[in-house]
């Protein structure tokens, strides 16, 4: 079972990407899934999360800008960040927690997609 984060890029100032994270392997349900970042020299921050009932959190920085939703099908979450500012530029990476087919919670880290916004 795994994660794979994609769709980072280099975007100018007001602009749009969006993040995939697709959780592989036979039998999973998507839990929790969450994107986080981390910009050089700065702790990593939540950035968006959403629950297996589809309940969403936003960090101040990002809410109205950015959207996070699911696809329980292809057991895959989606960043969608629009109005990009510079100071968003980071490494990307989605956590999630997914069931196995016996049920029990397996907890993943995807590797990071970067994201660099000029001005």
């Known amino acids: 079972v795994q994660l794979q984060a994609s769709g980072g890029g280099l975007v100018q100032a007001g602009g749009s990407l969006r993040l995939s994270c697709a959780a592989s392997?036979?039998?999973?349900?998507?839990?929790?899934m969450g994107w986080y970042r981390q910009a050089p020299g700065k702790q990593r921050e939540l950035v968006a999360t959403?629950?297996?009932?589809?309940?969403?959190n936003y960090a101040d920085s990002v809410k109205g800008r950015f959207t996070i939703s699911k696809d329980n099908a292809k057991n895959t979450v989606y960043l969608q960040m629009n109005i990009l500012k510079p100071e968003d530029t980071a490494v990307y990476y989605c956590?999630?927690?997914?069931?196995?087919?016996?049920?029990?919670?397996?907890?993943?880290g995807g590797q990071g997609t970067l994201v660099t916004v000029s001005s």
């Open positions: 956590d999630a927690v997914v069931f196995n087919q016996l049920g029990e919670p397996i907890a993943l």
């Open positions: 392997g036979s039998g999973i349900r998507i839990n929790t």
């Open positions: 959403i629950t297996g009932r589809g309940i969403t």
